[in-house]
Nanobody, 117 residues
Framework: QVQLVESGGGLVQPGGSLRLVCAAS????????MGWYRQAPGKQRELVAS???????NYSDSVKGRFTISRDNAKNTVYLQMNNLKLEDTAVYYC???????????WGQGTLVTVSS
């Protein structure tokens, strides 16, 4: 199974940028579909963006045009570039790895992003 470690969170002003990094280890990274999720206080965890093992990407409507997900299979890493951050982007961001066969889902420990003036 894969282990995930997120980094890159922090405090940023509205309109600013951050890049989140999720480093994977322990299994064949290229076999996993990867995603970034977030959970704001009092809300359910939601999908932010995903990238399939084949490189197809998907974004929630709330971040489309502002966030970019990418993966580097050579570095076993997935990134989330977040631009033009808004107050409502404040949340704990989690990295998720999904493998079809065998059926496996793993989560990272999360990294906090706070957007505040």
């Amino acid at each position: 199974q894969v282990q995930l470690v997120e980094s890159g969170g922090g405090l940023v002003q509205p309109g600013g940028s951050l890049r989140l990094v999720c480093a994977a280890s322990g299994d064949v990274f290229r076999l996993y579909n990867m995603g970034w999720y977030r959970q704001a206080p009092g809300k359910q965890r939601e999908l932010v963006a995903s990238v399939s093992k084949g490189g197809d990407t998907n974004y929630s409507d709330s971040v489309k045009g502002r966030f970019t997900i990418s993966r580097d299979n050579a570095k076993n890493t997935v990134y989330l570039q977040m631009n033009n951050l808004k107050l409502e982007d404040t949340a704990v961001y989690y990295c998720r790895a999904q493998r079809i066969l065998p059926s496996t889902v793993e989560w990272g420990q999360g990294t906090l992003v706070t957007v505040s003036s």
